[in-house]
């Protein structure tokens, strides 16, 4: 099969990863990056064995796919400019920051016919592909995300950095329209919310609490999905899957009777090569990504609605 002609824009913190998986990929020709910053294009480049180009039109004349890895508030105008191009694009999450922007996008990957995955990695995350086998019905999941604080991806709230991959894993997992949903933030570090506790409530009855805060003291990425026979914990942090089932027998005391099982977490958990090798995939064999334009959408619309959510309780009390 012929190689695929790909190109990063924006190679700084993820975009740097980016490229080095493309560099690495056989069947896969990293033709070059784009950065506003040129000097870092230029290391980035040379580390990768590849050209950095002064604008991006020039490289997008080049090229088959895109990763779009520009901080969120470009990813509208980057993305429309490499669409019209006609051009597949891996766009970073999340997919805009307006649902009129990700509207856009999508129509426009609709009408030239071309893959629109979103970056929504927890997805390809070696953990949660290995749940998907024990997936019977979910009843209630709680979620947990919190980070010490980062510098980086202050330029959108907690909400569309952190709790979006939440959200999308619990959409994918549940499969059920979301029939309310409560929600509490504040805004501690900077100007915009921190740490948010959201929950949502589905129409199949399936409950979630999903936590998210970029200002902890420490590190924790955990799910827990619990059904009739069975809870699914994942620690992704820890590299640690254990599953308890409860078959049907009983304690003395009328309990089900529980049996634990620690899984291996498969492989070595490189979700961002695996999700890229998808994204080549889906360009190669022209079938929808597993993260679609509409996907990455949804997960937005339910963050935005959570945001709104989350700004009016502030103003009510002034916090
Ligand atoms: P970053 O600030 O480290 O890098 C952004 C880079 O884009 C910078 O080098 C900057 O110079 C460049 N840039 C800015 N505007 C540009 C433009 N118009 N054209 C070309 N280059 C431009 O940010 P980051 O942490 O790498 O995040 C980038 C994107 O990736 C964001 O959308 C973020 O939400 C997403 N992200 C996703 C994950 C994930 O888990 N999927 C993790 C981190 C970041």
Redesign the pocket.
Known sequence: MKKVRVGV???????NFHAQKYAAMDHVDLVGI????ID?ARQIAAACGTKAFAD?PELIAQVDAVSI????T??H??GMACLAAGLDVMM???ITVTLAEADELIALAAQKRCILQV???ERFNPGIMALEHYLDQPIYIESQRVHQFNP??ND?DVVL?LMI?DIDIILSIVKSPLESMRTLGSSVVTSSTDVATAQLIFENGCAATVTASRIAQSNIRQLVIHQKKSSLIVDYGQKDITVIERSGGQTAEGYPLEEATHLPFPGQGDALKTELLHFIAAVQTRQQPKVSGVEGRQALAIALQLIAEIKEHQAAHQV
């Open positions: 824009i924006g190679v700084g913190y993820l975009g784009f950065d506003n910053h870092r991006y890895v520009t901080p969120t470009s990813h105008a980057v970073e999450k999340p970056g929504h990695l980086r991806g959108v950095d991959h």
